[in-house]
DNA sequence: TTGAAAGCGCTAACAT
DNA sequence: ATGTTAGCGCTTTCAA
């Protein structure tokens, strides 16, 4: 018994003795139905097992109350927090949120926003990959809302990089580093840039030497190439993409005798899962991403307005073990 | 500009000169339509930008091509797997898959279940903690497959606990070990009890003793008791709950200048994401929960059959660092 | 092989 | 406040 056929809206009226748009008011639009009315309404669609089937519901409003959120790598670390936080956005406004893995590639992205545009009332992308005008041109078709990433005309939701790399370069300043090396991500990452501007503009205001690095892989397997260029560089202070390049930098530097912070001393991006236990613990920059991720949903929720919405997420520096005092500073 | 008029099968049919049905056809039922009109009906359709109306579909067909995964917690690296292995699987069938955070309450996944139901093709359980009649309520109202978890009546997808438990025994066996003591996790935890089973048949098989401790909590914050505990009981081979807890309990034992693995040999369950980059990289048995994942997918899209298929997904262990000889063996 | 037409379950005018 | 009715876009008989 596959689907022991379900109750209709119809089957609910005949047995309450109403018209079945009696039935839907009482459901969707309460205090434009009798009270009473409504209460006996709602008992016999209870007894009944009554359960509104979505796709009809679509059908006649247009809306599907359907939200899909797409990633480049459902299984980054760093955007678990953004999907918990649109999968509880969406939760508690009774919202059903479709999940889609862009496989970091622009072309799935723009096929995946063509395939569930007409299925859902928006799309949250987070770190898009597409170029402006695929954005733009999906954007005009669907209601859209961008996770760290900004394009006109479209809402979106951004982690405060001024601000956090501000913290950064002040940090590491105040352990008595007068220069900083920043081992970039690949060229395209829109983050990626923002925080090297946000590094660089932070470095001028504090009169520090910033240098890039790079490009290397945001990955662990990043790390050696990144770790051997900083050594080479002399950088007592570097600053990565990400976490994961981070990571792999420590595991390269701790492989080369090299010691952490003692000598070299290690920034991240993300705060992601496992920066706090990996060895010595990361020190770096926090995002709030679960924010963000229900963020970017309320702004869907919410009617469109005339401007879009560009909210921006404050961030946090974790410091722990792997940024201290420059090796010979006085402090 | 919110929605700009989607193009209908209606419009298709106009333009290209037939009736809505023949489209229709063209689409979903090639071969049941001439090979030239079918040819003429796809251009125009591709020159229209016709994208299916999913709602529609699932109107008239009663399929609504998506299906739905449930588990206990997004963030939960341990699910990244199955998620992306769900996702992978759906994308390939050009299924859309809907995401669900069930908070590890087997009420809210009891609520998601009926909530989704109706939405949906067929839905996956991961870790499901719901009780088995539960459970098997819900499977007579959808099509369900589980994922750690078996249930009369229904499919499901659970990893080789027997092998793999029997892999771990083994090894510590090689390495001398003559015993060992399980730190366990949550008492509801159907893999958790698995897991201990096939460790006490596998000791058992290979004459060395085992103990059961615990419950711990499944998290970092479950290490610091379960160390101490271990140690307490003069432990000197540790099998964990899972990984969280492995490395929890690594963290512990370093605080308490236990070194890892000359004076206690630490192994977990998961092979989780940052299993490799803790300190020591931790001996693990992976799970291959990508595969998992899709597999359930799978399950779901084929037709229903008599019995429900029980797949058995196959573990390996992983040997890291945190393993090594008994202290004082002779190897 | 193709077309015409009847719904699928629900919502939203429009009447009353 | 409630009933009547016309679709929403598509699939699926049923005829031709």
């Known amino acids: 018994m596959a689907v022991p056929k379900r109750v209709t809206i119809t089957d609910v009226a005949e047995s309450a003795g109403v018209a079945t748009s009696t039935v839907s008011r009482a459901l969707s639009t309460p205090g434009r139905v009798n009270a009473t009315t409504r209460e006996h309404i709602l008992e016999v669609a209870a007894r009944l097992g009554y359960v ?3 796709s009809a519901r679509a059908m006649s409003s247009g809306r599907t109350h359907t939200y899909a959120l797409l990633v480049p790598d459902i299984t980054n670390p760093y955007f678990a927090g953004a999907i918990k936080g649109a999968e509880r956005a969406a939760a508690a406004a009774g919202k059903t949120l479709v999940l889609g893995d862009t496989q970091e590639s622009a072309a799935k992205e723009g096929e995946l926003i063509a395939r569930l545009g007409p299925a859902v009332d928006g799309i949250v992308v987070a770190a898009a990959r597409g170029t402006d005008d695929d954005l733009a041109a999906a954007g005009a078709r669907n209601r859209l809302a961008l996770v760290n990433r900004t394009l006109p005309g479209v809402p979106s939701v951004v982690a405060d990089y001024d601000a956090g790399t501000r913290q950064i ?5 105040s352990l008595g580093h007068r220069s900083l090396v920043f081992l970039g991500g690949p060229h395209e990452s829109w983050s990626g840039a923002r925080r090297w501007a946000g590094l660089q503009a932070a470095a001028a205001d504090a009169g520090v030497g910033a240098r890039r690095l790079g490009p290397y892989l945001p990955t662990l397997q990043g790390g ?5 260029a900083a050594l ?3 950088a007592h202070a570097v600053v990565c993409h990400n976490d994961m390049l981070a990571i792999g930098v420590l595991r390269r530097l701790a492989a080369r005798r090299v010691r952490v912070p003692e000598e070299v001393s290690v920034v991240g991006f993300d705060d992601m899962f ?3 236990f990996c060895q010595p613990a990361l020190t770096t920059l926090a995002e709030r991403t679960e924010d963000a991720g229900a ?3 309320e702004l869907l929720l919410r009617p469109p307005s005339g401007t879009p919405a560009s909210v921006v997420v404050p961030t946090q520096l974790r410091v722990r073990e792997s940024t201290g005092p420059r090796p010979g500073s006085p402090s």
Chains 1, 2 share one sequence.
């Open 52 to 54: 509104p089937n979505p």
């Open 169 to 173: 370069v002040d940090h590491l300043v």
């Open 224 to 228: 050696p190439a990144a770790a051997d």
């Open 232 to 234: 080479a560089a002399g």
């Open 274 to 276: 496992g920066a706090d």
């Open 295 to 297: 963020c970017a949903v």
